[in-house]
């Protein structure tokens, strides 16, 4: 392969966007599982190697990484000929579209849990917790009562919808999720314009980082602009 080809990683959760936003583009790509958000000290380990793996195996130079900050879980994380990721706390930022348009929604709309086709792909959302985690070790009720205490803060669910993915069956999910933790539903539209500018640029200061010759992510640089 080429050595300017550009080398993707990314979590699974925004695999959709991203491979309908690089449509028709050659890209070498590593999507990793989801789970890694439950163990975020393992999460920079992963994405080294998925780094060292793309430069050997199919000689990439240019790394993109579709991460956000992800509870710490990239810091450390550095590529030799440098990296470009988003300057976002989680991909929930990088889903609505930009930091900045987060913030305000999140100002405008305190105790929202946001879900999109991706979560609930990957089993991410409250109700598939339970189903698929929690209810074997605990029982249904326990399972369902724990959860209800967790998301005892959150007045509603947003479904963000992107176009991507099966969207009626991710709006009838976040639906059900509603019903069975007495939530308030509301859905936003969103577009892959984030995602394209990740890949493409422009790289705005306020909305990535652009990391030269093996500067490490730190977690300060996440708060510097806001």
């Known amino acids: 392969m080429a050595e300017d080809m550009l080398g993707l990683i990314a979590c699974d959760v925004v695999r959709s966007e991203l491979e309908q936003a690089l449509e028709g583009r050659?890209?070498?790509?590593?999507?990793?599982?989801?789970?890694?958000?439950?163990?975020?000290?393992?999460?920079?380990?992963?994405?080294?190697?998925?780094?060292?793996?793309?430069?050997?195996?199919?000689?990439?130079?240019?790394?993109?990484?579709?991460?956000?900050?992800?509870?710490?879980?990239?810091?450390g994380v550095a590529a030799p000929e440098g990296l470009v990721m988003p300057r976002c706390h989680d991909c929930i930022a990088m889903l609505l579209g930009s930091p900045k348009r987060y913030f305000e929604i999140f100002r405008n709309n305190p105790g929202t849990y946001f879900v999109t086709d991706g979560w609930i792909r990957n089993r991410g959302d409250p109700l598939s917790s339970v189903e698929h985690r929690y209810t074997p070790r605990m029982g249904e009720k326990k399972a369902l009562?724990?959860?209800?205490?967790?998301?005892?803060?959150?007045?509603?669910?947003?479904?963000?919808?992107?176009?991507?993915?099966?969207?009626?069956?991710?709006?009838?999910?976040?639906?059900?999720?509603?019903?069975?933790?007495?939530?308030?539903?509301?859905?936003?539209?969103?577009?892959?314009?984030?995602?394209?500018?990740?890949?493409?640029?422009?790289?705005?200061?306020?909305?990535?980082?652009?990391?030269?010759?093996?500067?490490?992510?730190?977690?300060?640089?996440?708060?510097q602009i806001i």
Request: charge should be negative; glycine fraction near 8%; include cysteine.
């Open 145 to 223: 009562r724990g959860m209800s205490l967790e998301l005892a803060n959150y007045k509603a669910f947003c479904f963000v919808n992107n176009g991507v993915g099966d969207v009626e069956a991710a709006r009838a999910r976040t639906r059900e999720n509603c019903r069975v933790f007495q939530k308030e539903y509301f859905e936003l539209e969103s577009t892959l314009d984030y995602f394209k500018a990740l890949v493409d640029g422009p790289h705005l200061e306020d909305e990535f980082l652009v990391l030269e010759n093996g500067r490490p992510v730190q977690n300060e640089y996440f708060y």
């Open 26 to 75: 050659e890209v070498a790509s590593r999507f990793l599982e989801y789970s890694l958000h439950s163990t975020p000290t393992l999460m920079a380990g992963r994405i080294l190697e998925a780094i060292a793996e793309l430069r050997e195996r199919e000689g990439v130079r240019r790394i993109v990484l579709g991460y956000g900050l992800c509870s710490n879980g990239v810091v």
